[in-house]
């Protein structure tokens, strides 16, 4: 099966539509996709049904923000396949909920600065469950601040040191393996060689509180890739993989379907399913 596990629509932080994510992902030769927006789940059940009307697998997902409190770093976990997935709504409006109070200060930061509007903004997140930089990033480029997202002024504004940048807390990643154990969903951690957490994946692994790994990611290197098999292999975990999906949002060209997952990987993660 050729699928790509990672993908995400303006429900969250993506600049297709979930419609057209679907059906570039088929143009694209895919035979199955994850719809993994970022701390929501609202497109999946219209994904699937679109899915089905072009011959597309479609597994649902959710990328879960969360923060390992040993290290304070950041982590991305992917949730697939949740059977309970109304155990995972409280904390996924959490989140959203505190991004968007985040945004909406943002863009009054942003507003002390430039002559943007909030209106202006709301052109591109209100398809969104939330406000992301990316939106009022686009919103700027409208006005000709900026000829790209990703850019000089997006750091200026919005990168480690940005003068706009408004952070907020991220639920811990031990509360979320524990509500998506309670979804019976399946954990696999996203991209771990961003933040080089091959030791976390390994500690998780051996605590058998993950069931894989996104070995197959852009920002994973050679070196990540060959250690993360590895763990999957030594754990009999899932080797997972996919793009990354933003569309225009992507800090680099980014196609569908150019970062796979192994041709087992969805066959897999049914197993675990069907297991439980």
């Known amino acids: ?23 570039f992902a088929k143009r694209a030769g895919l035979s199955a996709i994850a719809l993994t927006d970022h701390d929501t789940l609202a497109g999946v059940t219209r994904a699937q049904v679109l899915g089905k009307r ?19 770093k950041p982590v991305h976990l992917l949730c697939y396949l949740p059977q309970k997935p109304d155990r995972l709504e409280g904390l996924l409006k959490t989140t959203l909920d505190r991004r968007t109070a985040a945004g909406k200060e943002m863009i009054r930061q942003v507003m002390r600065f430039f002559p943007l509007t909030e209106e202006q903004a709301a052109k591109y997140y209100a398809q969104s469950q939330s406000i992301y930089r990316v ?4 919103a700027l480029a409208d006005l000709g601040y900026a000829d790209r997202v990703y850019g000089r002024l997006y750091e200026e504004l919005f990168g480690k040191n940005g003068s706009c940048r408004v952070r907020f807390e991220y639920p811990s990643l031990d509360t979320a393996l524990d509500l998506v154990r309670d979804a019976q969903g399946s954990a ?21 509180r993950i069931q894989g790994i996104e070995v197959y990611h852009p920002r994973n290197s050679a070196d990540d890739r060959e250690r993360l098999l590895a763990i999957c292999k030594n754990y009999g975990l899932v080797p997972t993989g996919g793009t990354d999906f933003h569309g225009g949002y992507s800090p680099s060209p980014n196609p569908l379907g150019t970062c796979l997952a192994p041709a087992e990987a969805v066959s897999r993660l049914f197993q675990y399913k069907h297991g439980r």
Request: glycine content about 14%; charged content about 20%; overall charge negative.
């Open 188 to 208: 696999v951690i996203a991209h771990p060689g961003e933040q080089g957490q091959a030791d976390l994946c390994e500690r998780l692994a051996a605590e058998g």
């Open 135 to 138: 939106h009022i990033m686009h």
């Open 54 to 72: 072009y011959g597309l697998e479609v597994v649902p997902g959710v990328e879960i923000s969360c923060t390992d409190t040993g290290s304070g």
């Open 1 to 23: 099966m050729i699928a790509d596990l990672h993908c995400h629509s303006r429900m969250s932080d993506g600049s297709l539509g979930m419609d057209e994510v679907v059906f």
